[in-house]
């Protein structure tokens, strides 16, 4: 899966603050698949909960 396709992108715009967890790079959303990968800010989402360490494409 790609990580422009994963909801963490849908949800949250800030795609260059994310980071893969295999590799430990940022994660570039149109064209580096990555299978794991967590936000590098501090989020919340609508319903207040935190995004931070949240996996999405598994």
Excluded: Y
Aim: charged letters at 30%.
């Amino acid at each position: 899966m790609l990580c422009k396709d994963c909801l963490h992108f849908k949800q949250w715009k800030k795609i260059e603050a994310s980071m893969c967890e295999k590799t430990k790079q940022p994660v570039e959303a149109n064209n580096r698949p990555c299978d794991s990968f967590v936000s590098k800010l501090h989020m919340t989402d609508e319903w207040g909960d935190s995004a931070n360490g949240f996996k999405c494409c598994n």
